[in-house]
């Protein structure tokens, strides 16, 4: 009943701009942390950015300065302005979202589909 949807990915130069979007939809009763993760060619999952329900922002160490999150609570979405590209960005982006389905749900974990993000040299 809960499906999260990406776009956004795809092939990139260097030095170049992608914005991913994540809209989430179905049985949903509220929305809390939403995140982006990413796992590139034979390496570890690793957090990209997350973003509370107030707002509060965390970045992995690698993109810092670089990539943006952001929220549209009325959209049920989540993006990720990535700016400055570099070959080592290249991964697997997924769209990870904790949120209740009913007001007696208890938190629940969602995971897109993941979308590709191809960075050239």
């Known amino acids: 009943q809960v499906q999260l949807v990406e776009s956004g990915g795809g092939l990139v130069q260097a030095g170049g701009s992608l914005r991913l979007s994540c809209a989430a939809s179905g049985s949903i009763f509220s929305i809390n942390t939403m995140a982006w993760y990413r796992q590139g060619p034979g390496k570890q999952r690793e957090l990209v950015a997350s973003?509370?329900?107030?707002?509060?922002?965390n970045y992995g160490d690698s993109v810092k300065s670089r990539f943006t999150i952001s929220r549209d609570n009325a959209k049920k979405s989540v993006y990720l302005q990535m700016n400055s590209l570099k070959p080592e960005d290249t991964a697997v982006y997924y769209c990870n979202v904790h949120l209740f389905r009913t007001s007696r749900d208890y938190l629940r974990d969602y995971w897109g589909q993941g979308t590709q993000v191809t960075v050239s040299s």
């Open positions: 973003i509370t329900t107030d707002g509060s922002t």
